[in-house]
């Protein structure tokens, strides 16, 4: 399992923590029951406050990804389907939203963005 | 959290300097770094904490007990770093190891020796032909050698080079990894510390500007960059401290007080001192 913390990343250490982890829960590196590192030994490894890694597990859990056992540590929960689509739904949302800020900037009117996002969607297949 | 120092109203008056009210508590678990100028009182806290010095008023309680009251108990759990060399001249790692089995209770032979390898040390060389390097980790050597629960560190990592630096923050992790344990280290220099640390406290001619955890200093505050006359629009209560200059201005605020689209950087731990000094001297 690799976490690459970037300090020339505009995001905070703790949501490269959780993004990084859910991506590999969602990419099925990380199997649900898995154990995750300790907050302590991850903090350590990384060379990060124990703060962080304690803001970063406690994130994971409340939306879902991770339980917490006392005294054993955190493992990766059940891997619930409709939890992963709505982050996936949450970061699109994310980037259309980017990009039609920018559209506006120019007066990029919406039927062309529509034409221009069916376009690419397409493109893909 | 339970804590492992608290300090309340702590004060101390000296000729031309004072320590006025100083308040702080370092919870279990975790790295305190003390920072501030020369001159800022770093010292006296610490040899206030270390019952080195009387103080005028206030509390001081580390694991729960009062410092002056419990001081030879207390002291056999703290592990202490100064500045400098803390050795006779003439002593060799192997005469430091005998004295120190006389002064604690809990010394451990086998730990020190393991440090000693650990970090390279010549067990028969007197420590006057140490290098500053060898002498501070020889210092760390014995304050991790018998169970002490606190590290206390003074001004000890600066003028180190990088390599060792990072072999000495090593040893600091590894040391953390047990949740009773805390580290109260003073200094100047941030870099290494900015990673580490879980709290920052801040002092500033005698008084503590901030104690906070890092990661709220870093999120919460940022660095607005903007051109002279936006500025001019920006209500002044919100800026903590600013940098004029020609071509601009560079100001310390704290991001949920600045509402619209602006230019924010994000902060370090130096900036966010230098800025609260400068917004202090205008």
């Not at chain 1, 399992?1 to 991506?23: F, L, R, V």
Request: with cysteine.
């Amino acid at each position: 399992m690799d976490i690459i913390i970037s300090n020339a990343s505009g995001k905070p250490i703790y949501e490269q923590i959780t993004s990084q982890i859910k991506n590999l829960i969602l990419t099925g590196e990380l199997k649900e029951g898995d154990a995750l590192p300790s907050m302590r030994l991850l903090a350590k490894e990384l060379r990060i406050s124990v703060i962080t890694t304690k803001r970063a597990y406690g994130d994971l859990e409340r939306e879902g990804f991770v339980e917490s056992v006392t005294g054993k540590g955190s493992f990766v929960s059940c891997k619930k389907e409709d939890f992963i689509r709505e982050e996936h739904l949450r970061i699109t949302e994310t980037y259309l939203q980017k990009a039609i800020d920018t559209a506006k900037v120019s007066g990029i009117p919406l039927d062309e963005l529509i034409e221009m996002i069916t376009l690419l969607y397409k493109g893909d297949e | 959290m339970e804590n492992i120092v608290e300090i309340r109203n702590l004060s101390k008056k000296y000729d031309g300097f004072s320590l006025e009210d100083v308040n702080f508590s370092l919870p279990k678990g975790c790295i305190m770094g003390f920072v501030g100028e020369n001159g800022a009182g770093k010292s006296t806290t610490i040899k206030l904490m270390l019952n080195l010095i009387r103080r005028d008023s206030g509390e001081i309680s580390i694991f729960g007990l009062d410092n002056s009251k419990h001081d030879h108990q207390i002291k056999e759990d703290i592990g202490i770093v100064f500045d400098g060399s803390n050795f006779h001249d003439n002593m060799t790692p192997t005469d430091i190891n005998k004295v120190m089995k006389n002064i604690y209770k809990n010394w451990e032979d086998a730990k020190f020796y393991s440090y000693l390898e650990k970090f390279n040390l010549p067990l028969k060389k007197i420590v006057k032909e140490f290098s500053r390097g060898m002498n501070m980790k020889l210092s760390i050597a014995v304050a991790l050698s018998h169970h002490a629960k606190l590290l206390i560190l003074d001004e000890a990592t600066s003028g180190l080079d990088p390599i060792v630096r990072d072999e000495i923050l090593d040893v600091f992790l590894d040391f953390i990894q047990d949740e009773e344990h805390s580290i109260f280290i003073s200094t100047h220099i941030l870099s290494d510390l900015e990673k580490i640390a879980d709290y920052i406290t801040f002092i500033h001619k005698g008084k503590i500007v901030f104690s906070e955890p890092k990661d709220n200093l870093l999120y919460n505050y940022g660095i607005l960059k903007c051109s002279n006359a936006d500025f001019e629009k920006i209500n002044k209560k919100i800026i903590i401290g600013s940098r004029k200059s020609q071509f601009g201005v560079e100001a310390l605020v704290k991001r949920g007080n600045l509402k619209g689209d602006y230019t924010i950087d994000n902060a370090s731990i130096e900036d966010i001192m230098l800025f609260q000094i400068r917004g202090e001297s205008k």
